[in-house]
Structures are given as structure tokens and as C-alpha cells.
């Protein structure tokens, strides 16, 4: 069984950092695309950031300068450094893994960790 576990969110002032980790674990064949959605209240979850498993990136362009996506595929993991945190950046951040195992190839997703940013 594939799962995907987020740690690093919290509350941080405007212009802070925050720096978030994911780790995919189970019985994992290869990992193509990793990336971190997040969903403000009474929003749509949005796509902040993904990367491949060669490294191309794709930022939403609210994030673009000031968030930076990275993954050591040796590990299953994927990071998300958060700098010159806005409050309009609050919500509650998942993992996002596009990935082959014994079930096929599926998406999965995190419990969904929490940043908070004060004004």
C-alpha cells in the first residue's frame, strides 16, 4: 500500500519561510511527476509546484521567485522551500505523487499539511 506523509506546515509571519517535506513509501515501482497543491478555505485545491522525475519544473506564476520545488529520488521525497510567505499563501498544502506499483500507475495524494500565514 502507497502512502504519502507531509510534515513541515505551521504558522509563520508575512515574509517568513517555511520549508515542507513529503515521503512516499510502500511498495513503489517509480515515481514520474511529485508536486504540492494547495486548498484555501472555501477555494479549489490549485496546483503550487511540481517536478519530474528529471527535474523540469512548473510553478504557479503566484509562486514563481519565492517558492522552490526539489526531490531526491533516491528517498521518495519531495520538498517545497516557502520564502516571502504572503498571507494570501495560507491553506492547507498536500503532496501530490504520480507513480507506478503493484496496483498500476496512479495518483495519490497526502493528508494535507497546514500553513498559516499572518499579516
Known amino acids: 500500500q502507497v502512502q504519502l506523509v507531509e510534515s513541515g506546515g505551521g504558522l509563520v509571519q508575512a515574509g517568513g519561510s517555511l520549508r515542507l517535506s513529503c515521503v512516499a513509501s510502500?511498495?513503489?515501482?517509480?515515481?514520474?511527476?511529485m508536486g504540492w497543491y494547495r486548498q484555501a478555505p472555501g477555494n479549489q485545491r490549485e496546483l503550487v509546484a511540481a517536478i519530474t522525475n528529471s527535474g523540469s519544473t512548473n510553478y504557479a506564476d503566484s509562486v514563481k521567485g519565492r517558492f522552490t520545488i526539489s526531490r531526491d529520488n533516491a528517498k521518495n521525497m519531495v520538498f517545497l522551500q516557502m520564502n516571502s510567505l504572503k498571507p494570501e499563501d495560507t491553506g492547507v498544502y498536500y503532496c501530490n505523487a504520480v507513480l507506478r506499483s503493484w496496483s498500476g500507475r496512479n495518483d495519490y495524494w497526502g493528508q494535507g499539511t497546514q500553513v498559516t500565514v499572518s499579516s
Open positions: 510502500g511498495s513503489i515501482f517509480s515515481i514520474n511527476v
